[in-house]
């Protein structure tokens, strides 16, 4: 036999030996937790290392010392946070979950160029199926099952060694120590350039994984938790005042979009034609207004509450009192019609009705309802009505990644669209046109509904269209939306608000259009909405504060 063949031979059965000896006496607890953390590192860490060696290799005088001990201390960092974690029986179902946890995340990192904070772990809580199905695809399958799904085989195979409690304590508090050490050494020897570092990139916590979900569902689990449990009033003092005038009653309808950034409203300056029946209408168009977040989660109900972007907190919508509180004690007809995936708490204590598939088969599929289905909700609202009402409509909008289902085909413009959820497979020119085809069928649904309104001679009529937030459509690699406010760019923050009102309201109301044309270009923000909404309804109530209504400056005595 050829020594070559009998080395390979004897190195097999060496190899089939120590699979064997480790099924049949197990792996301790240390070292499987040492063996997760190095395959976390490996293969689900692909965004964190491309920061980092683009930080550290950048410079002129690399900091050798600096990138030879990067994988050694997030090595020790990561086994530390699994260690205080994983204690007997329950190890393994927490390694497992871990697994395929940072699986999913690191997918969606990668493809899509998000980081996990608690917003976006919000996001994930309070997200439905229509939205989840939409980002499934078989190349997040493959790698959840690759990266997930192989190690948690593997370690379901694997049994763990058992030993007395007193033994097994001191052997996870030496590992602990020599963690803690190693940490303590690497950071007190480069204490400035870690420092500088992670100063001045914050994004690096947010992206490392697994510790990153952990941050983040304990940051959700804390805000959900510091939630009062009792519910807050708001204007119990809500009047509607009149003044004593004889006039209409109003009708005010909030267009709340979907992921509609500011940039591609060719209202506000867009080289596309996107809005081309909004312009036909008379509508004012506010170009520089800044959303509360960057996820429905938290713009949602941040804009519906009168505390404003600095002072709201997740979960605040279920325990505080909002806009639609306030004018359903004064005496308006309210209604919110969902569109999409829930009001987040801002609806929960008026009428609310979600739009069902049925509700027209050819604007719906069994999952979900184009937008035009709201312009007939709307006018079975409007029969309904005798008084003052405000009706909410909350869109699907330009919800993405599959924003080619947004809009009918006769809306396809903008060739070639991107049609698929995996976003980076196609040119970014291709995701822009699927995208700016979304903004027009808005755009047409948006024009009908104001068509609707001006053809009503019963009501004093408004709208109000205002998106949730906005949207990264591949500029430097990101994509989607979510981000930490602070990080995320303008496109994901800047967001179209648009007025339309009836001349007979702007009468009533001693509105001078002109003026509220001049303020086009002034900083607002979601923080307006609450206050002039209040203000166009005639609703007094100490709540209300007229330095935050966009109207008060335009307004002049009616007499």
Same mark, same amino acid.
């Given at each position: 036999?050829?020594?070559?063949?009998f080395?390979?031979?004897?190195?097999? /059965?060496?190899? &089939?030996?120590?699979?064997?000896?480790?099924?049949?006496?197990?792996?301790? %607890?240390?070292?499987?937790?040492?063996?997760?953390t190095?395959?976390?590192?490996?293969?689900?860490?692909?965004?964190?290392?491309?920061?980092?060696?683009?930080? !550290?290799?950048?410079?002129d005088?690399?900091?050798?010392?600096?990138?030879?001990s990067?994988?050694?201390?997030?090595?020790?960092? *990561?086994?530390?946070?699994?260690?205080?974690?994983s204690?007997?029986? $329950?190890a393994?179902?927490?390694?497992? $979950? !871990?697994? #395929?946890?940072?699986?999913?995340?690191s997918?969606?990192?990668?493809?899509?160029?998000?980081?996990?904070?608690?917003?976006?772990?919000?996001?994930v809580?309070? +997200?439905?199926?229509?939205?989840?199905?939409?980002?499934?695809n078989?190349?997040?399958?493959?790698?959840?099952?690759?990266?997930?799904?192989?190690?948690?085989?593997l370690?379901?195979q694997?049994?763990?060694?058992?030993?007395?409690? %007193?033994?097994?304590?001191?052997?996870?508090?030496?590992?602990?120590?020599?963690?803690?050490?190693?940490?303590? /050494?690497? !950071?007190?020897?480069?204490?400035?350039?870690?420092a500088? $570092? $992670?100063?001045?990139?914050?994004?690096?916590?947010?992206?490392?994984?697994?510790?990153?979900?952990?941050?983040?569902?304990?940051?959700?689990?804390?805000?959900?938790?510091? =939630?009062?449990? %009792?519910?807050?009033?708001i204007?119990?003092?809500?009047?509607?005042?009149r003044?004593?005038?004889v006039?209409?009653?109003?009708?005010?309808?909030?267009?709340?979009?979907?992921?509609?950034?500011?940039?591609?409203?060719?209202?506000?300056?867009?080289s596309r034609?996107?809005?081309?029946?909004?312009?036909?209408?008379n509508?004012?168009s506010?170009?520089?207004?800044?959303?509360?977040? =960057?996820?429905?989660?938290?713009?949602?109900?941040?804009?519906?509450?009168?505390?404003?972007k600095? @002072?709201?907190?997740?979960?605040?919508?279920?325990?505080?009192?909002?806009?639609?509180?306030?004018?359903q004690?004064?005496? #308006?007809?309210v209604?919110? +019609?969902d569109?999409?995936?829930?009001?987040?708490?801002?609806c929960?204590?008026v009428p609310?009705?979600?739009?069902?598939?049925?509700?027209d088969?050819?604007?719906? %599929?069994?999952?979900?309802?184009?937008?035009?289905?709201?312009?007939? @909700?709307?006018?079975?609202?409007?029969?309904?009505?005798?008084?003052?009402?405000?009706?909410?409509l909350?869109?699907?909008g330009?919800h993405?990644?599959?924003?080619?289902?947004?809009y009918?085909?006769?809306?396809r413009?903008?060739?070639?669209?991107?049609?698929?959820?995996?976003?980076?497979?196609c040119?970014?020119?291709?995701? !822009?046109?699927?995208?700016?085809?979304?903004?027009?069928?808005?755009?047409?649904?948006?024009?009908?509904?104001?068509?609707i309104?001006?053809s009503?001679?019963?009501?004093d =009529?408004?709208? &109000?269209?205002v998106?949730?937030h906005?949207?990264?459509?591949?500029?430097?690699?990101?994509y989607?939306?979510?981000?930490?406010?602070? &990080?995320?760019?303008?496109?994901?923050?800047?967001?179209p608000? *648009?007025l339309?009102?009836?001349?007979?309201?702007a009468?009533?109301?001693?509105?001078?259009?002109?003026?509220?044309?001049s303020?086009?270009?002034?900083?607002?923000?979601h923080?307006?909405?609450?206050?002039t909404?209040?203000?166009?309804?005639?609703?007094?109530?100490?709540?209300?504060?007229?330095?935050?209504?966009? =109207?008060?400056?335009?307004?002049?005595?009616?007499?």
């Open positions: 036999m050829a020594p070559s063949k080395n390979a031979q004897i190195l097999l /059965g060496k190899w &089939m030996f120590a699979i064997h000896n480790v099924r049949k006496n197990g792996v301790s %607890t240390n070292l499987l937790i040492g063996l997760v190095a395959w976390l590192l490996l293969f689900a860490n692909a965004e964190l290392w491309a920061l980092v060696w683009k930080l !550290v290799f950048s410079t005088e690399i900091n050798w010392l600096l990138a030879a990067l994988p050694v201390l997030v090595f020790a960092w *990561v086994f530390t946070v699994l260690s205080l974690l204690w007997g029986r $329950l393994k179902p927490l390694l497992c $979950l !871990v697994l #395929i946890s940072a699986a999913f995340a997918y969606f990192m990668n493809a899509y160029g998000i980081v996990i904070d608690y917003t976006m772990f919000t996001n809580v309070e +997200t439905d199926v229509g939205e989840v199905s939409e980002l499934l078989w190349k997040l399958f493959l790698w959840v099952a690759m990266v997930g799904g192989l190690p948690v085989c370690i379901g694997v049994p763990l060694r058992r030993k007395p409690w %007193t033994k097994a304590l001191a052997s996870r508090l030496i590992a602990l120590s020599i963690s803690l050490v190693t940490l303590s /050494g690497i !950071v007190l020897s480069q204490y400035q350039s870690y500088s $570092l $992670l100063r001045n990139n914050r994004e690096i916590r947010l992206i490392l994984v697994p510790t990153n979900l952990f941050a983040a569902g304990h940051g959700y689990l804390k805000r959900q938790l510091a =939630t009062p449990k %009792t519910l807050t009033v204007g119990a003092d809500a009047v509607v005042n003044q004593g005038a006039r209409k009653p109003k009708l005010l309808v909030l267009a709340v979009g979907e992921t509609a950034r500011s940039a591609n409203f060719s209202l506000n300056g867009y034609d996107t809005n081309p029946e909004l312009q036909k209408r509508v004012i506010f170009s520089n207004v800044s959303s509360c977040g =960057t996820a429905t989660a938290v713009s949602l109900p941040c804009m519906f509450l009168d505390v404003g600095d @002072e709201y907190k997740d979960g605040l919508a279920k325990s505080r009192e909002g806009l639609l509180d306030v004018l004690r004064a005496g #308006i007809s209604m919110w +019609t569109n999409n995936s829930g009001c987040k708490g801002v929960d204590r609310n009705r979600k739009v069902v598939p049925s509700a088969p050819q604007l719906c %599929t069994s999952d979900e309802c184009k937008d035009g289905v709201l312009l007939a @909700e709307m006018e079975d609202f409007i029969k309904r009505q005798a008084g003052d009402a405000v009706l909410v909350h869109y699907k330009s993405g990644p599959a924003y080619y289902k947004r009918p085909s006769k809306f413009k903008f060739e070639p669209v991107c049609e698929t959820n995996e976003l980076d497979k040119k970014q020119q291709e995701v !822009v046109n699927a995208y700016d085809n979304s903004i027009l069928y808005t755009d047409y649904v948006t024009s009908g509904l104001i068509d309104l001006a009503n001679t019963k009501f =009529t408004a709208l &109000m269209y998106s949730d906005g949207e990264s459509l591949g500029e430097g690699g990101l989607l939306h979510g981000l930490p406010y602070a &990080m995320a760019p303008d496109e994901q923050t800047k967001v608000l *648009v339309w009102m009836s001349d007979s309201l009468k009533s109301e001693g509105l001078n259009v002109d003026c509220l044309r303020q086009e270009n002034s900083p607002l923000s923080d307006n909405l609450f206050h909404v209040l203000g166009m309804m005639d609703v007094q109530t100490s709540s209300y504060r007229s330095a935050l209504d966009l =109207t008060t400056p335009c307004k002049v005595p009616r007499g």
